[in-house]
């Protein structure tokens, strides 16, 4: 705890004096005159309040609503809740353009991140996210302040998503964007085989200062307006997320040879005739994980936690690990999942799927049975999986203990039930939430909704 000097305490009563005999008139002058010598610099009512010298609870009251009011006045900018600065109107800034649909277009500046209106006859027609430079209107009162774009110094990649519309002598895509509230013209030529009703992808190649409609060309045709694979697609395409692999992504992957040779199987753990099996949801199309249990000679457990061994087959810095970067994750919609590798990695070389063998990455842990973990060990293995289960057979087994691997999967939801009631009693936070599914027909289409309710069987896995 620092010390209280001498000084310290006097100069407290000092300014708790003053402030008792200063009024709200007062400490405004002395407010705007602090002002008056920030320049660029940002500020709370704490710092304004220990500067001039009313370091009080009443004058902090004060302060924090003059700071306010000057801002709903003009007389300040608010850059965050509660904190300001003086308006350096007049400036020429730079930042990031935010254009809008509905006209409200913005520019974020770079030095402060504060967002100032730029009417549409003032943009240059730059586009979201583009970097621009802009000049910033002296302030007026009651006047809401506008920049107006001068340059645009960088200029962000993205496309557009929309409905084609082909007349003889030109095609017009009628976007669907948030960020752009007029249509792009596309020449005949520019169309890529692309007809009326279709949903296309474009990007703008140019904007002249005097047309309301940018000009543009289609990259990719995405199917019939309103077909499912089409709409999924558009979702994806919208937010930037890949919705098909490049071609020589997909060749490299069918190239990977998926044997396991016998050298390899002699460098790792063989647990091909240990009981192991995957528990996943009853739509699952690739199986990630798996689990392995056996009885010990001492009678404790080992359990194993196994996942594929990605990384035998992707090495680094190769076309399909590039791409795998870019993606950075899988995707899941509805009705479909996007996997960050090409399928043949995904839903076959390195999905658990059982009565194959499968080089793996393994957790295996010796347990007793009152799940105390007695030993571990992080290995390269290779596994066999005995049964898929969908996580409905695996609660029903728990719930009246028969079926396949029964004894497996009761002594594995008892130590998943001892390890949770542990966790709680050391003060874990459980987080309950109501989890939405989709049934799904043949074509695609959700055709009823239910919530998914977590029981014995997901609990297990995810202990």
């Known amino acids: 705890m620092p010390r209280t000097t001498a000084k310290t305490k006097s100069t407290a009563k000092k300014t ?6 200063t009024t709200a008139k007062d400490i405004r002058a002395k407010v ?20 001039i010298d009313e370091d009080t609870p009443a004058a902090h009251r004060t302060i924090a609503l003059q700071l306010a009011e000057l801002a709903f006045d003009g007389d300040l900018l608010e850059v965050s809740p509660g904190k300001y600065k003086a308006p350096q109107r007049g400036s020429v800034s730079t930042g990031t353009f935010v254009r809008r649909s509905n006209g409200k277009n913005s520019v974020v500046t770079d030095e ?3 967002s100032i209106f730029v009417a549409e006859r003032n943009s240059m027609h730059a586009l979201n996210g583009d970097k621009v430079r802009v000049i910033v209107a002296a302030n007026r009162r009651g006047v809401e302040t506008e920049a107006e774009v001068v340059e645009i110094l960088e200029q962000k990649e993205q496309t557009f998503i929309g409905t084609l519309r082909v007349e003889k002598q030109f095609g017009v895509l009628v976007t669907d964007s948030k960020f752009l509230a007029t249509d792009i013209i596309i020449p005949r030529g520019k169309l890529r085989g692309g007809k009326t009703g279709d949903k296309a992808v474009a990007r703008i190649t140019s904007w002249p200062d005097e047309e ?21 697609h558009a979702i994806l395409a919208e937010f930037g997320l890949p919705y098909r692999y490049p071609a020589n992504v997909e060749e490299a992957a069918n190239h990977i040879d998926a044997g396991i ?21 009853r739509d699952a199309k690739d199986f990630d994980d798996a689990l392995s249990i056996r009885t010990l000679p001492n009678g404790n457990y080992e359990v194993g936690v196994h996942i594929a061994d990605v990384t035998h087959y992707v090495q680094p810095d190769t076309i399909i690990d590039r791409e795998a970067q870019n993606r950075a994750t899988s995707v ?42 007695v030993g571990s060990q992080i290995a390269r293995t290779v596994t066999r999986s005995d049964r898929r289960f969908t996580y409905e057979e695996a609660q029903q087994v728990i719930e009246t203990g028969q079926g396949d691997y029964s004894t497996e999967i ?6 998943a039930k001892t390890l949770r009631k542990q966790r709680f009693a050391e003060g874990a936070v459980e987080f309950e939430r109501a989890e939405v599914r989709f049934e799904i027909d043949a074509t695609g289409h959700p055709v009823s909704v239910y919530f998914k309710e977590s029981k014995d069987a997901n609990k297990l896995i995810e202990e």
Do not use: H, W
């Open 212 to 232: 309301k409609n940018p000009r543009g060309e289609v990259i990719d045709i995405l199917g019939k307006t309103g077909e499912n694979t089409t709409e999924m």
């Open 332 to 373: 899941y919609l509805v009705d479909r999942t996007i996997p960050m590798l090409p399928e043949r990695l995904s839903n076959g070389i390195c999905s658990l799927r059982p009565d194959e063998e499968k080089l793996t990455f393994s957790v295996i842990f010796e347990m007793d049975a009152a799940a105390r973990v």
């Open 16 to 21: 708790a004096g003053t402030s008792a005999k």
């Open 112 to 114: 402060d991140g504060e």
């Open 410 to 415: 009761l002594a594995l939801d008892s130590l």
């Open 32 to 51: 705007l005159e602090y002002i008056s010598r920030q320049k660029n610099n940002t500020f709370n009512y704490r710092q304004v309040a220990y500067a």
């Open 261 to 281: 040779t016998p050298d390899e199987i002699a460098r790792r753990i063989d647990m091909r005739e240990v009981t192991t099996f995957t528990i996943d949801p």
